[in-house]
């Protein structure tokens, strides 16, 4: 970071003494060099999207362009989880990319997302990856605090099929060998645990629903 400042204090210095050399005459002609070169790491963009930033190349230098012209791109993008921008004087700009991870699949209104670790939806037609699918109309918030929740305990998320999701904030999983296991509102930790401790018990290997949903109370079906 110290570096990133003292080079950025340097041209500022170098450019002040080279605009002090200049008369009026020349100044008014002087003018610093567009953009020539941008460099993305980490993610490809669409057509659209280069054309916005490149557009914005042609229009700016490096002292007049302002990172939140870059920002407004790069965070329309649902793709990207993280990004960093560098000006690269005199005439490039650098920005590297961080690409979301897709945790999820769902539908709504008749569209598949994929949902990212950003919290947002990403519209997609193909994806060969297996992921979990989401039923019922959840807030990728609330999935993301649910996913973490899960990464506290004993319990893996690859073994997840689908989750289902409630309108009162409940949450169902029904694992990959088929096994439904109903969770309460709260104190999910606890319980999801506590599932796990039961379906490594050989006596309940056809365990067919799991309902913890009530408080000191334990539901198996076969």
């Known amino acids: ?9 340097f041209f500022y210095i170098s450019l002040i003494i080279i605009l002090g050399t200049f008369n009026n005459k020349n100044l008014k002609n002087f003018e610093l060099s567009k953009i020539d070169k941008v460099n993305i790491e980490g993610i490809e963009f669409d057509n659209n999207e280069f ?3 490149t557009n914005l190349m042609k229009l700016n230098n490096l002292l007049s362009i302002q990172k939140s012209q870059i920002k407004e791109i790069l965070n329309s993008n649902n793709l990207i989880e993280e990004y960093e921008v560098f000006k690269r004087y005199p005439s490039s700009l650098e920005i590297k990319i961080k690409k979301t991870n897709f945790l999820a699949s769902t539908n709504f209104d008749g569209k598949n997302y994929l949902v990212g670790s950003n919290g947002k939806l990403i519209n997609t037609k193909n994806y060969s990856q297996n992921l979990p699918f989401i039923f019922g109309n959840f807030e990728t918030e609330k999935f993301l ?3 973490n929740i899960i990464l506290q305990t004993r319990f893996k998320y690859n073994n997840i099929e689908n989750f289902y999701y409630f309108p009162s904030g409940r949450w169902d999983i029904e ?13 999910i930790k606890e319980s999801l645990n506590l599932s796990i401790d039961l379906l490594d018990d050989i006596e309940f290997s ?11 109370q334990i539901v198996i079906n076969d």
């Open 175 to 187: 694992m990959i060998s088929g096994v439904l296991i109903k969770l309460p509102i709260t104190g």
């Open 206 to 216: 056809n365990i067919k629903i799991l309902d913890i949903r009530q408080k000191d």
């Open 51 to 53: 054309l916005k930033i």
């Open 145 to 147: 605090e649910f996913k």
């Open 1 to 9: 970071m110290l570096q990133r400042i003292n080079k950025k204090f």
